[in-house]
């Protein structure tokens, strides 16, 4: 365990979030992965606005001009001569990479987001309840989700994405949500139950069994609360998890349909003209690994900055 | 904590690397795309497409089939590996007569199956008797149809007999268009006699069968109630003159061939048709071994009970894996027979196939493996093969219902697609009409429709989608849910997206694309459960304009459209019975354009056949319908006789 | 898919109490569990599959009405589902899974068998190269904390987490096939042979990582703990140490790790052999799935949870032997 100096910080009295603030800004590596999460998220969202202004084309314009409609190298124009207007090159249809790279990162991280917070709803509930009602009925629940935990029931999800395709575009994202949501629940309930396991039998707890608070009050207001660290932590960790889920379910096919495109599907698309453009794949797989990278390190460092005694090394 | 410096300095190595591989693939081999070495042993790689849905020649009608049963099966003739035109294979030579009614093989005497068992007219004409046996379900049996009754049999038909005058009704009686062949200009020189004999076909030893091939064809009806009921609707007099006759089934003993010995084989013709030799490579017409099959049926071409006629027998077959056939000892040429072993990978994705050719692990691909959009980098290489090809791509309209059935709609759709442009995007020629150019040396084209999006608006508002002042109102139209149907594959879409923007673009109007899976669609597309237009394309099963014309000339089928037109397919069949090459090729001209007319299609581009030769395969040319005789094949280890480039095509 | 996070999973393990049962009744239990868990994943499969549009003949050609009235019957369909529903599970209870739809002619039990081989040979390799490399490189960054062993392999494992296995796959076919010619970029040559190389590279690059994070993080603390000081204090050499006592506590994480491994080497397989075009179970599963093929999806996935549950009773009590700490008295 670090020292902490005793500065003036110790007599103003810290919250428990400001320490771990404080700590996780110490993690240099932390510091990197949270800059560049922030970097990418924000050219993620204003950069295909941006570039439509003023370049003039989106994701999916195909160039007018025929003798356009082909892969371009980074920098490179018609003719083979140096050219700023596409850093990343085109694809196949001469749309513009980084804009597609841009907007797949949009849909990389909505989904991310929103299928993580489905995954924090069903498993915050369903650990706390497990772990509050104890017994019989955690056992039940807990053998569940042992049982599901051990299955690849990715295998179930891709099942459902490929028989029971959404017609419309928001509902193929709705069903993306659920179905990234439902993968990814079962650590979080695991982890909430542990948490709540250990703090129900504590004093707070009692007193408002005493004083008559219901018991979904109980676990909501009053439990799950406390237990928001590690739940927090966990939910940084799940993002990337989803993102990758999202993006391997694209690649496949399943995820986002054209003209929606997400960092998995300009994978697949990549994929196919490796021999030739392999620019096309290497823009997309480097950004998103960056994402992923970046991610990792700063879960890895909240988790350090949340939880100094479980701090190993 | 893990220190920022090393952290650095491992992803920048790892982005260096990155960097540098993608630089090592620009810049190295320039010439060839990528390795080439040969291989070791005397064998090819080849890919001939997606798994084999049956080895059996006369089953299926795919190429990916095509490509591997040439190399089990001889026929009478096979493809000239670089014209593509019949040369002798099994037959020495053939004679047609003066009418066309008869075409005689003479069969070369060495001929064997690969369990040593010679091969016969007998067994010509147990193959094509088998291949039009309904229940044996070939796809690709239409092609025999020419001969005197096969389509009869094929399609369980009835001849009419009367019992008491023990005689059949014969067609001519009935059918107003009957036989007229009395032309006695020179032989077709459509499909040309290698060796040209006497003309004296009909002097052979004449037998009973003969006899009755040379009568005057007899009437067939319908073997269905319900389709027997319909034609008797049509023409009551037949009607009339069917009371008191019995039905009798048209049998495989009336389908026109005929062993007159044991090496000489003759074909009777319902009617002429001066492509039929061109057919004669076809798998369809290839020798199969009848006591095989009699003893093994659905399973006589499993690996341990096949017996083949080709250059090549099986060896083995690795469900979507591979097939390999190695030389077959008894083959009649196998003194000239190159390759010991042939690979077949059964792969349908280009990418894979690409990356494996690239790599080392393919000498060579089949037809349309390099995906247009690599052409910029590919087509200077020295081991791509292009030539024009036997094959268009075109849109079908559902002419039957929905706002396609109004031909205005059909032919103001066709207008506003600038063909030349979709062409260029994807350096391939631009298709007005139907025939693709280039191929049929002589054939009047005719025009089809130019582009010119203002009629199109004008069409379209005649056809009822216009606003007040009569203009053309893109929103009408929108709201009748035309749509574009495509099933998915790398170049259908993009060429779906370019034409949807030219829509766009041309008319103000958008049309959706629906994108089904392959399954969906197919179902779709054949029941024309749609509204607008679905993608499709079509390769010449044979060298002869009829190939691509014969798509419409039944309403089912090939057809996909629904349009059917008697003045079409009798212009064509009359155009089948003239003797003259080129007035043949002119009404049949006529025919198209009258189909041109009716616009149930819009033609899109014709093809190039854009595959990848490694250089030391020798033998196989880009022919225009890329499928090789195996025989002629050899790896060259020499690399000063190496192809840089594409191979010599002259004679 | 999760990432599996070895702290937590030791304080919030629920459900083992393993200290507190005989051995033949906890094995029991969990065999009896096995049941009916296929059962549901079976009749949830089956569900999705008749629940989805379009169905399995539909093909090039319109079927006359005549003909696909006789493929229904053939295939059972014209009865009620629930008597369909019946007859799947009687068949499944006596393994036998029926005929393909789409692949003519071959039973799914005999697609099993061929493609099998060929994702065993991939993912026994994938995890093999995991446990060498990962533990040797996690040993010796714990051995060496902090060192620029340590930041090095510590930092190509968390590459190895985030960069996708379908951008590492391509990019090393990229690498070592289109540009050097070592390995064949797709294809399966059989077992052994240089075409399993860049496929059970790709699939381990994301094992090899966690093994090395756990063995990194669990030989740390073994390490530290008592009785490897007392093993010090014996006098024993390091290397002594380090293999006969840390080892076997410093693995516990990594065998733990063994049965969520399987599951996520499945699913990390079906883009592999994709992108390799391997005929193994994880290609003919998406196939099935996008051809609507019901028996071969249902076979696949009761195939692959009857291992998966298997697999991972074993790997519970290879974790009751090796950690001196549990014991089933």
């Keep these: ?313 | 904590m893990w220190d920022s410096r090393s952290r650095f300095a491992t992803t920048l190595i790892i982005i260096g690397c990155l960097v540098a591989a993608g630089c090592l693939v620009s810049a190295r081999n320039k010439s060839f795309f990528g390795q080439t070495d040969p291989p070791r042993e005397n064998i090819l790689r080849y890919v001939s497409g997606s798994e084999p849905e049956s080895i059996d020649p006369q089953i299926p009608n795919n190429q990916n089939e095509a490509r591997i049963s040439l190399a089990l099966f001889e026929g009478l003739a096979e493809y000239d590996p670089k014209t593509s035109e019949p040369v002798p294979a099994l037959a020495e030579r053939w004679e047609v007569n003066k009418d066309w009614s008869e075409v005689v093989f003479y069969l070369r005497r060495d001929g064997r199956f690969s369990n040593g068992d010679p091969i016969t007219a007998r067994d010509f004409v147990y193959t094509i008797r088998r291949g039009l046996t309904p229940e044996v379900g070939s796809r690709s049996a239409s092609l025999a149809y020419p001969i005197k009754y096969a389509q009869a049999f094929n399609e369980g038909g009835v001849f009419v007999y009367d019992p008491a005058a023990k005689t059949f009704l014969l067609e001519k009686d009935f059918v107003e268009n009957a036989d007229q062949a009395k032309a006695v200009a020179p032989i077709s020189s459509a499909s040309p006699d290698k060796n040209p004999a006497p003309p004296a076909a009909n002097a052979l030893a004449d037998s009973e069968f003969h006899r009755f091939m040379q009568e005057p064809a007899r009437l067939v009806l319908p073997g269905s109630e319900k389709a027997r009921k319909a034609a008797l609707e049509a023409n009551p007099k037949i009607k009339a003159a069917i009371t008191g006759k019995q039905f009798v089934p048209v049998k495989a003993d009336d389908v026109g061939v005929e062993a007159v010995d044991d090496y000489m084989f003759r074909i009777s013709l319902m009617q002429p048709a001066p492509y039929f030799i061109s057919m004669m490579p076809h798998q369809f017409f290839r020798a199969v071994h009848q006591k095989t099959i009699e003893k093994f049926g659905n399973r006589w071409t499993d690996t341990n009970n096949i017996v083949t006629s080709g250059a090549f027998k099986l060896d083995s077959w690795n469900h979507y894996d591979r097939i390999v056939v190695s030389r077959n000892p008894h083959y009649w040429d196998a003194a000239n027979v190159h390759l010991d072993k042939i690979i077949f990978y059964l792969l349908d994705s280009n990418t894979t196939m690409l990356s494996l050719y690239k790599s080392g692990g393919l000498d060579a691909t089949y037809n349309h493996t390099v995906p247009s959009a690599w052409l910029d980098v590919i087509g200077p290489m020295k081991d791509f093969m292009d030539a024009s090809e036997a094959a268009i791509d075109y849109y079908n309209f559902n002419t039957t219902s929905g706002p396609t059935k109004d031909v205005r709609v059909r032919k103001a759709l066709n207008m506003s697609l600038d063909k030349k442009a979709l062409a260029d995007w994807r350096h391939v020629r631009p298709l007005t009409s139907i025939i693709p150019d280039g191929i049929f040396p002589g054939y009047p084209h005719p025009n089809g429709d130019p582009f010119d999006p203002e009629k199109a608006k004008r069409l379209l508002a005649e056809a009822g989608y216009r606003d007040a002042s009569g203009n053309f109102d893109p929103q009408k139209f929108e709201a009748s849910e035309i749509e574009l149907i495509v099933n998915p594959d790398s170049n259908n879409v993009p060429y779906a997206e370019f034409i949807q923007a030219q829509w766009k673009q041309n008319l103000g109007a958008t049309i959706a694309i629906r994108i089904m899976e392959n399954k969906t669609f197919f179902k779709a597309a054949t029941n024309l459960d749609y509204k607008g237009v679905s993608r499709t394309g079509w390769a010449a099963d044979y060298l002869d304009p009829f190939t691509f014309l014969s798509i419409f000339y039944t309403p089912r089928g090939s057809n996909g459209t629904g349009w059917w037109d008697p003045k079409y397919v009798e212009l064509l069949d009359r155009a089948n019975r003239m003797t003259d090459h080129q007035k043949r090729y002119e009404m049949l001209a006529q025919a198209e354009q009258i189909m041109l007319d009716a616009q149930p299609v819009i033609p899109l581009t014709v093809g190039t056949t854009r595959w990848m030769k490694k250089p030391y395969v020798k033998g196989l040319y880009p022919n225009p319908v890329t499928l090789h005789s195996w025989k002629a094949v050899y790896i060259e280890r020499d690399p000063g006789k190496w192809d840089y480039g594409m191979p010599d095509m002259s004679k | 898919m999760g990432l599996w996070n070895a702290r937590y999973e030791q304080v919030t393990e629920p459900g083992r109490h393993l200290t507190n049962q005989p051995m033949a009744r906890f094995i029991i239990r969990r065999v009896v569990v096995i049941i009916p868990m296929l059962f549901i994943v079976i009749s949830l499969t089956w569900a999705l599959v008749r629940l989805a549009p379009g169905n399995f003949y539909s093909g090039e050609k319109k079927l006359a009405v005549g003909v696909e009235a006789n493929l229904r019957e053939k295939y059972g369909l014209d009865k009620p589902w629930y008597v369909q529903y019946g007859k799947v599970l009687k068949n499944i209870a006596r393994l036998d899974f029926g005929t393909s739809l789409k692949y003519e002619g071959q039973s799914v039990n005999q697609i099993l068998w061929r493609a099998l081989p060929v994702s065993a040979a991939l993912g026994v390799s994938a995890y093999i190269i995991a446990l060498i490399v990962g533990i040797v490189a996690g040993t010796f960054s714990a051995l060496k904390p902090y060192s620029w062993i340590d930041y090095s392999s510590m930092t190509l494992a968390m590459l190895g987490i985030s960069i996708p296995n379908f951008v590492l796959g391509p990019l090393l076919v990229l690498l070592f096939s289109l540009t050097l010619f070592w390995f064949p970029p797709a294809l399966w040559d059989g077992f052994p042979s240089r075409s399993l190389v860049l496929p059970a590279l790709t699939l381990a690059a994301i094992y090899i990582a966690y093994v090395a994070r756990l063995t990194r993080s669990g030989m740390l603390e073994i390490m530290r703990s008592d009785y490897i000081r007392t093993a010090r204090a014996k006098g024993l050499s390091e290397g002594q140490v380090v293999m006969r006592h840390a080892m076997r506590g410093g693995l516990l994480p990594v065998v733990s790790f063994s049965g969520p491994a399987l599951a996520f080497l499945i699913t990390g397989t079906v883009v592999v052999e994709k992108v390799f075009a391997l005929p193994g179970l994880g290609n003919y599963f998406i196939n099935a799935c996008f051809n609507r093929d019901e028996p071969l999806i249902i076979g696949i996935v009761a195939f692959i949870a009857i291992t998966v549950l298997v697999f991972n009773l074993l790997v519970d009590i290879a974790y009751g032997f090796i950690d001196p700490r549990i014991r089933y008295a």
Excluded at chain 1, 33 to 57: D, E, F, Q, R, W
Excluded at chain 1, 65 to 85: E, V
Excluded at chain 1, 111 to 134: C, K, R, W
């Design chain 1, 1 to 313: 365990m670090k020292d902490h100096p005793a500065t003036s910080e110790a007599i103003e009295g810290t919250s428990l979030w400001r320490d771990a603030w404080r700590r996780l800004l110490k993690n240099r590596l932390a510091v990197f992965g949270m800059v560049i999460v922030i970097v990418i998220a924000l050219a993620s969202i204003v950069g295909p606005t941006l570039i439509s202004k003023t370049a003039g084309y989106s994701y999916d314009s195909i160039p007018r001009d025929s003798n356009l409609i082909k892969s371009f190298a980074p920098f490179t124009g018609a003719g083979g001569k140096f050219s700023w207007a596409h850093p990343m090159g085109t694809d196949n249809a001469g749309r513009d990479i980084l804009a597609r790279v841009l907007s797949g990162g949009q849909i990389s991280l909505i989904v991310a987001l929103i299928a993580t917070l489905v995954s924090l709803l069903i498993g915050v509930s369903y650990g706390a309840v497990a772990g509050y009602v104890g017994g019989k009925i955690d056992d039940l629940m807990m053998r569940i989700v042992d049982v599901l935990y051990s299955l690849p029931y990715v295998i179930i999800v891709i099942v459902l994405l490929a028989l029971l395709p959404a017609k419309t575009p928001v509902g193929q994202l709705a069903e993306l949500f659920f179905a990234l949501g439902a993968v990814s629940w079962l650590t979080m309930a695991r982890i909430v139950r542990g948490q709540i396991m250990s703090l129900k039998n504590q004093e707070f707890v009692l007193a408002a069994r005493a004083t008559g608070v219901s018991t979904p009050n109980i676990i909501f207001r009053h439990l799950v609360p406390n237990a928001l660290g590690p739940v927090i932590v966990y939910a940084t960790l799940t993002i990337p998890t989803v993102m990758l889920s999202e993006a391997f379910l694209s690649f496949l096919g399943l995820g986002v349909r054209p003209p929606r495109v997400s960092w998995g599907s300009l994978a697949a698309e990549g994929a196919q003209n490796l021999a030739v453009y392999p620019w096309q794949l290497i823009f997309p797989g480097l950004t998103m690994a960056l994402m992923l990278f970046s991610l990792n390190f700063l879960g890895d460092g909240l988790r350090d900055a949340l939880d100094p005694q479980m701090k190993k090394g």
